[in-house]
């Protein structure tokens, strides 16, 4: 499956890149969980899905998450 990057180029989809930005997202946030933070955002990916939707639906997940549960702050 093919994303569509933010340079405009198609690449394959790797989601050990995205477990990485994730787990780094998730540094220095107590009671952050990259695998929460991960099923959460129920991303269904798609064949040209653009990276900058993965990205906005895993910030939005992120910020969700810190503004309502008391166990993720910064």
Not at 26 to 43: A, K, P, W
Not at 49 to 70: C, F, G, V
């Amino acid at each position: 499956m093919k994303v569509l990057k933010t340079n405009g180029q198609l690449a394959e989809l790797d989601i050990n890149k995205i477990h990485e930005h994730v787990a780094f997202a998730c540094e220095g946030i107590e009671g952050g969980s990259q695998s929460e933070l991960e099923s959460d955002s129920h991303i269904t990916f798609y064949e040209g899905m653009p990276t900058s939707e993965i990205q906005k639906t895993l910030i939005l997940t992120a910020a969700d998450k810190i503004r309502y549960h008391y166990n993720w702050h910064y």
